[in-house]
């Protein structure tokens, strides 16, 4: 492991501290995206199976090498408990559990699920609903404003198959465009039911594909997953979007 960088200096000129400012990797099946607060641009960084977190570190090390940043937020593809992911990912390599995140940024870091950081980014309030449409199959809820991070998508849907075989990027390509959308409806259908919420939000890369959203649902904004992950360390931070 690399020696701790040390964090910027805090100062803002004439003794004013300046906004925190929020490095926000949206890990994913695809694409490492990134934003720093204070900045519209999105970065990508190509993942993949063959993907280390280390390997990913040291691209985004290199990206942002000249970047100021006080922390990190980490949206991660899998189950995350007490800020550590706790199961490796399922379309990226192994080497995720057990990471040292902290302290190969030298940054404090915060580790949440890629949809529930989509899905928090995502809320307007009441009871919410996200359903990640990308790769895999992300899942979340949102209630009186707290965050419930969710693993729906390995249940099983119907004929022997999940809900992420029929909703994931090997459901669209088994099934084709028309098929898909018409199983997207059905499980918007489904779950609302189940869980009674006041709307689900459709978001990762393949919300896209829709032509509408179903009755119930709103598409999604890839940009809401920064969101999510700019509030992740509160108001102060210079992120506020």
Excluded at 104 to 116: E, H, L, M, Q, S
């Amino acid at each position: 492991m690399k020696a701790r960088r040390k964090p910027p200096e805090r100062g803002g000129g004439k003794g004013k501290p300046r906004e925190r400012r929020i490095l926000v990797l949206d890990v994913g099946g695809t694409n490492v995206k990134i934003r720093l607060s204070g900045s519209d641009v999105v970065h990508k960084i190509p993942s993949g199976r063959k993907m280390t977190a280390e390997w990913m570190v040291s691209a985004v090390l290199a990206l942002a090498r000249k970047w100021e940043y006080d922390a990190v937020s980490i949206g991660y593809p899998g189950m995350v408990y007490r800020n550590r992911p706790v199961v490796e990912p399922m379309n990226l390599a192994p080497g995720w559990v057990g990471y040292d995140f902290a302290g190969a940024f030298g940054r404090p870091v915060k580790i949440i699920n890629d949809a529930a950081m989509q899905a928090l980014g995502s809320y307007r309030g009441g009871k919410l609903l996200f359903l990640g449409l990308g790769t895999g199959l992300g899942t979340a809820l949102v209630w009186d404003g707290v965050l419930e991070p969710m693993e729906l998508a390995h249940l099983h849907y119907k004929k022997g198959r999940t809900f992420e075989e029929y909703l994931g990027l090997r459901g669209l390509e088994r099934l084709g465009m028309k098929k898909w959308r018409q199983a997207v409806v059905d499980v918007v259908e489904r779950l609302s039911r189940a869980f009674g919420v006041d709307e689900v939000v459709l978001g990762g890369g393949h919300a896209k594909l829709l032509e509408e959203a179903p009755p119930g649902a709103r598409l999604g904004d890839n940009a809401n997953a920064f969101a999510g992950g700019f509030s992740l360390w509160g108001k102060g931070t210079g992120a506020e979007t």
